[in-house]
């Protein structure tokens, strides 16, 4: 129920933010520090005017203890990532996930007669990184026959997985695309796009937190983790936990692709770094004698 007396540009004291900040943490491993502080009352100000709430102590009580909490969690994370995105976005790494990688793996899986790969999209937003995937691994041409190939993108924001369902995309999200591949992999949908069924039939999206061990149910062990652009608004501890739960639900051997700007220089000894041309990507190590 909305108030009169509402405040749209109530303050954000700094016990309030330290308040909200922890939480948020906390909850979803988003870190905003000391010099954020302008950033998350602007982004979280129209929730409170939303919601007749007067102060962000309030807003924090709501988000702590009111019987609609949940769901207005879900619509503050909403607020406060980024859900930037596009298809075919850092196409270094996407050329070395589709050469060098693909071809390690379908070797490694050939000594063993498995025919199963399993990719995750780790903070997929609206879908168009797994959407990707599953295109790249339709045009490799060799993982179809007879493979069991899954690709799962996973994201805390029910807002952004709706989307992903829907899978209507317009040219924001296509900027990356050459005509061939938009000729190929897409087709007219109203004013959008949608994504041909043959690059999106591998492709399924579930709600999860990437820092929560029961996300990762069913999923491992994967061969590919994507978590790219995601970590850079982590902590440096929700960080570890997150690439601790990479490493564990990874199979030996299997492989972890960052943001450029990410690394895992100080935060994990359990990856090698494999440098290509234009990207690094991380590999748990092989278990002894494989």
């Known amino acids: 129920m909305n108030h009169p007396h509402a405040e749209p540009d109530a303050e954000l004291p700094e016990e309030e933010f330290r308040l909200l ?34 102060s962000f102590e309030d807003y924090y009580r709501y988000l702590r203890f009111a019987p609609e909490r949940a769901e207005e969690q ?12 596009y298809f075919f976005r850092e196409q270094p790494q996407l050329t070395v ?26 903070g997929c937003s609206t879908g168009e990184e797994p959407l990707t995937l599953g295109m790249i691994l339709f045009d490799s041409g060799q993982f179809f026959w007879g493979w ?17 369902r829907r899978g209507v995309y317009h040219q924001n999200s296509l900027r990356a695309l050459s005509p061939a591949v938009l000729e190929r992999h897409f087709a007219r949908d109203g004013a959008g796009v949608r994504v041909k069924e043959a690059g ?4 399924s999206f579930k709600a999860g937190n990437l820092l929560d061990p029961r996300s990762y149910d069913g999923l491992a062990p994967l061969d590919v983790i994507f978590c790219r652009n995601v970590l850079i608004y982590f902590s440096d501890g929700a960080v570890q ?9 990874l199979a030996p051997g299997g492989y972890l692709f960052l943001g ?14 494999i440098r290509f041309q234009g990207a690094i990507v991380y590999q748990k190590p092989e278990e002894p004698g494989s």
């Open 97 to 122: 996930f589709s050469t060098n990688v693909l071809r390690a793996i379908k070797e490694r899986k050939a000594k063993s007669g498995e025919k199963r790969l399993h990719a995750l999209s780790a």
């Open 21 to 54: 900040r922890d939480f948020i943490h906390e909850r979803f491993g988003l870190y905003f520090d000391e010099s954020q502080r302008g950033s998350l009352r602007t982004r979280l100000a129209p929730r409170l005017a939303l919601l007749g709430l007067a």
């Open 74 to 85: 879900q619509r503050m994370v909403s607020h406060l990532t980024n859900n930037e995105t």
């Open 260 to 273: 450029h700007a990410e690394s895992l220089s100080r935060v994990s000894s359990g990856f090698l770094p």
């Open 148 to 164: 069991d190939v899954r690709v799962t993108g996973l994201d805390v924001d029910e807002a952004a997985l709706d989307k992903a």
């Open 200 to 203: 999106r039939k591998a492709v």
């Open 241 to 249: 936990r997150a690439v601790g739960l990479f490493h564990q639900a």
